[in-house]
């Protein structure tokens, strides 16, 4: 399959990411393809605005992550980071629940600011990323702002607020995403989605309700993504019932969904043509997948190795569906 | 003169201040003065928005040195202050002309949060203040802006622009106070002024020309200090010819004013009663004192003890000329 990987790596790829998981394959998938052919689409449905700062999680671990300056350790923030701020926040009686690095201060200040003077989160988000050196294309998912609300039997939630501040804890009976429905397709998504040199679109391993729902939700992307007509890969962010990291399974559970890579995958119907999963995930998955070629392998990344290993297996899964496709059309 | 000092010292005292200089004097106030004994209306003048937020450097240096957690050696910013944040503005290509320690950053994230929920200087600087410990009353000239602006040949400059970004380099031609004219006595300084228990009013060795005129500019200060009835005592910024810090000598040289005491003083006519300068400088003041009550004493505030000396000499001379007056008014 390596002649494959290789004909995937000249083409351009686009993934689909949330924070930490996403931002693992998307590092594998920069360091496998040639420059400038990688463009990540972000969830920016976890961006909040705190203490008059627009904070854009997502955005900033895939920038860290791609930029090599991330603190592989915790999965966000910045290596080396320092917390004076937090320090003297608190001893003014400020908020202290979100945690706010004094490096990772730097990036919500620039972007409230250039926001408030009317720029568009693309643009900005374009200059922070190459400031730092991602050395990727990192598109948001929208310029307006879209919020991911955690329903609970206790009332709605922002997101920042259930996932930091309660850390996940209360029951969920819903997710929305407000403010989608407003959202529309960014010139620079359509355009990466709409290139002529695409040869994969990548479902990255991260939370479908948070991470990649709220990017499916902006008006237009399901249509953009069918129409690229390239293969869609995705990989599951659930391993034996067990999510890598977060809150993933506990959520799937409490909304009714099955907590494995069966109820993943079902959430990617009519989106995906190919799946990567655990192999032991594979058998259960079988009965359901509905045309979706599936592929067993071990997706947790713990090295760099992993990183890459699984972004070469998902350019290959890519050019082999598209190979089959393009087989399939000839006979 | 001891038993005038403890006079002046059981009543309250309001001293107007801008920051390095002023504040050491009002921290030997705070020290010599009974607790809660104290209230510094401080210049805005030099407030100014940047990167979206808004900062308040002679508020922040009076709260930072009445707290006691002010950098002495520097004379403003907070001792033992970080600077991740810079160098993360800097990575990404933001302004580092003007420096923002990690630490001061939580002072004006939460005043700006606070001023765009509407919410008034004076207040968030009262809880500022509060929080940090700073032991006095500590309240903005105004709450509307207030902004020093410099004239030069080359044209109008903002003011930190000049003093920071340009290093007071630029021959000034003018200074005037932008928006002084639709400013109003916040309710907190007309009670300071107006307070029954009111002993004296001082004016801290700050440059006249941009710390203490902007507050004698905002409309009814002049008259609400001239209506306390209390002894007005000022400090000179200007010893034998030169400013003790900063570039009040030469702004007072390039706009035509004499650079010395007497120049200082003229500046305070109508408004003092008694102005306490280096001994060195009296002779020279003596021919155009105009009924001000002339003292020489050291005004170089270089130790504590300098600052609680020149603050007890404050008081005295304020004790002397209140003395003097209901003698007189008694006769």
Redesign the interface.
């Known amino acids: 399959m390596s002649g494959e990987g290789q004909a995937a790596g000249q083409g351009k790829v686009v993934a689909l990411s949330g924070g930490i998981g996403g931002a693992k394959l998307a590092l594998g998938l920069k360091r496998v393809l040639a420059p400038g052919a990688l463009s990540v689409i972000a969830n920016t449905g976890d961006d909040f605005e705190h203490?008059?700062?627009t904070v854009s999680p997502d955005i900033d671990t895939l920038v860290y992550t791609l930029a090599g300056v991330s603190n592989r350790s915790q999965g966000w923030g910045?290596e080396g980071?320092?917390w004076?701020?937090m320090?003297?926040?608190e001893?003014?009686?400020?908020p202290t629940w979100f945690q706010l690095?004094?490096?990772?201060?730097?990036?919500h200040?620039?972007r409230?600011?250039r926001l408030?003077a009317g720029e568009t989160l693309t643009a900005i988000t374009a200059?922070?990323a190459q400031?730092?050196g991602a050395g990727v294309t990192i598109l948001p998912m929208a310029d307006r702002p879209v919020r991911t609300k955690i329903e609970t039997a206790a009332g709605v939630l922002d997101f920042q607020d259930y996932f930091v501040r309660l850390r996940s804890e209360p029951e969920i009976t819903g997710v929305r995403y407000e403010g989608a429905e407003a959202a529309t397709l960014s010139d620079a998504v359509a355009a990466a989605l709409g290139h002529a040199a695409l040869a994969a679109i990548v479902i990255a391993p991260s939370n479908p309700l948070i991470s990649i729902e709220p990017i499916l939700a902006v008006p237009g992307m399901r249509d953009a993504i069918r129409a690229a007509g390239v293969a869609v890969v995705g990989v599951s962010p659930v391993i034996r019932g067990q999510a890598v990291k977060g809150p993933t399974a506990k959520m799937m559970r409490e909304i009714g969904l099955e907590a494995t890579a069966a109820g993943v995958l079902a959430r990617y119907r009519g989106i995906v043509d190919a799946f990567i999963a655990d192999p032991d995930d594979i058998p259960a998955l079988e009965g359901h997948a509905g045309g979706v070629t599936l592929v067993g392998a071990n997706v947790m990344m713990k090295t760099l190795d992993d990183r890459d290993r699984l972004a070469r297996l998902v350019l290959q899964v890519a050019a082999k569906v598209a190979g089959g496709r393009a087989t399939a059309g000839k006979t």
Do not use: H, I, K, N
């Open positions: 203490l008059g700062l910045r980071e320092t004076s701020f320090s003297a926040l001893a003014l009686g400020g690095g004094d490096g990772d201060l730097a990036m200040v620039v409230s600011d408030r200059d922070l400031a730092l």
